[in-house]
């Protein structure tokens, strides 16, 4: 079992940045795969970043060149870099692990992110 708990969420002005925050516990060393997705009202959750157990990142268009996914092994927490941040970048964001091997998959409870204009 795999707990997240996410962090870091607020309001921001355009143009200004937050970190997101992932801090995991449990049978962590059995996730290969870590996302960052976002949700607002009556739309699907979208992709924004994914981070492997190699290392290998991928990103939403969106927010390709403004958004960094990362992570610190020592505090098992992966963290969501985002600047330049506009109004449609305003989401609850969520957290997502993936255990392959069992076919597990757990998310954290969301952080809302607000980008005022």
């Known amino acids: 079992q795999v707990q997240l708990v996410e962090s870091g969420g607020g309001l921001v002005q355009a143009g200004g940045s937050l970190r997101l925050s992932c801090a995991a516990s449990?049978?962590?060393?059995?996730?290969?795969?870590m996302r960052w997705y976002r949700q607002t009202p009556g739309k699907q959750r979208e992709l924004v970043a994914q981070?492997?157990?190699?290392?290998?990142?991928n990103y939403a268009d969106s927010v390709k060149g403004r958004f960094t996914i990362s992570r610190d092994n020592a505090k098992n927490t992966v963290y969501l870099q985002m600047n330049s941040l506009k109004s449609e970048d305003t989401a609850v964001y969520y957290c997502y692990a993936y255990n392959p091997t069992a076919g597990s998959e757990y998310w954290g409870q969301g952080t809302q992110v607000t980008v005022s204009s």
């Open positions: 981070l492997t157990r190699g290392g290998t990142t």
């Open positions: 449990g049978i962590i060393r059995s996730i290969n795969v």
